[in-house]
């Protein structure tokens, strides 16, 4: 399986690696500039455990043809179209995957390939491209998770998979990948607004004497628009994710806060923004949402 990988940072840097190590066929679609870094030093990956760096083959767009089984995608989601463009020919081929937050790249995704070519998958992992160009993964975090939304893309979906259970990285593979998404929408969109109101950590928020109450109030709000829509997340899942959301001592933050306090571009439309215009079709409300929502749309003008 030929697989392009757009972009090597955070997402594809650090998984892509971990696959060129356990044998898979990596091409890397790259801009001029980190092409040139990544081919005079590596691609360097920092884990809490460790360095190693790789060698990978790279491409530039113009270099771009039609022979990938799989492209994937995970730039942030304000720069998709770019990265649509970006492809090019490259994309009449093959199946597309991509790691993006929120659903409703999805839909534009299902709008330009069409549903059969675009399989769904989650990342789990917090990492970033740090001032050397390395890919620091901060946690010990670093899973993917993927599936077929159609059924013609469950071989190819369950080679891939089968690629990644060989790599050092956690790997599951999920019929019902679409309730994955969502799963990790409703998750992130609450620790996303949490944090950067609070402009803490989840532990910092816990010690605070409502913290942990507005937490569950905000998850509540977030699971309640999934259901609306079909994606009830289940009992399970909520246990899971608001003992992560509350743990007290938990340095875990969202990348939207490091974004933040870094004057930096952030998804909040895409994350908080687009989830709310959702809930409002459902007539659901959610207070604490359209707080954090708001906290972020005025950081952002402040920072033009």
């Known amino acids: 399986m030929k697989i392009l990988i757009v972009g090597a940072g955070g997402i594809g840097g650090y998984f892509g690696a971990k696959l060129l190590l356990s044998g898979a066929d990596i091409t890397y679609l790259l801009r001029e500039k980190r092409q040139q870094l990544i081919e005079d030093h590596g691609l360097t990956i920092e884990t809490p455990t460790g360095s190693f760096t790789v060698h990978p083959r790279s491409v530039l767009a113009d270099q771009l043809e039609p022979i990938y089984d799989l492209i994937i995608l995970a730039p942030k989601a304000f720069d998709l179209d770019?990265?649509?463009?970006?492809?090019?020919?490259?994309?009449?081929?093959?199946?597309?995957?991509?790691?993006?937050?929120?659903?409703?790249?999805?839909?534009?995704?299902?709008?330009?390939?069409?549903?059969?070519?675009?399989?769904?998958?989650?990342?789990?992992?917090?990492?970033?491209?740090?001032?050397?160009?390395?890919?620091?993964?901060?946690?010990?975090?670093?899973?993917?998770?993927?599936?077929?939304?159609?059924?013609?893309?469950?071989?190819?979906?369950?080679?891939?998979?089968?690629?990644?259970?060989?790599?050092?990285?956690?790997?599951?593979?999920?019929e019902q990948i679409e309730q994955s998404l969502w799963d990790k929408w409703v998750f992130l969109a609450t620790l996303a607004g949490m944090t950067t109101i609070c402009r803490g950590s989840v532990g910092n928020i816990a010690s605070a004497p409502y913290g942990i109450e507005l937490s569950r109030r905000m998850y509540d709000e977030c699971c309640r628009i999934a259901a609306s829509l079909g994606f009830a997340v289940s009992d399970e899942t909520q246990n899971n994710a608001i003992a992560l959301l509350t743990k007290e001592g938990s340095p875990f933050t969202a990348s939207m806060l490091r974004d933040l306090l870094a004057l930096k571009q952030t998804e909040h439309e895409h994350i908080l923004g687009d989830l709310i215009a959702l809930g409002a079709n459902a007539n659901i409300d959610c207070p604490l949402l359209k707080i954090a929502h708001t906290h972020m749309v005025v950081e952002s003008a402040n920072l033009n």
């Open 82 to 174: 770019e990265t649509l463009k970006s492809i090019g020919k490259a994309a009449k081929k093959g199946l597309i995957l991509p790691f993006l937050n929120g659903f409703t790249h999805m839909q534009k995704l299902d709008e330009h390939f069409g549903k059969g070519r675009v399989m769904g998958g989650v990342a789990h992992i917090a990492a970033m491209i740090t001032q050397s160009g390395s890919v620091k993964q901060l946690t010990e975090l670093h899973s993917l998770t993927i599936g077929p939304r159609t059924p013609e893309q469950t071989g190819l979906a369950q080679d891939f998979f089968a690629l990644c259970k060989k790599a050092d990285f956690e790997s599951f593979y999920k």
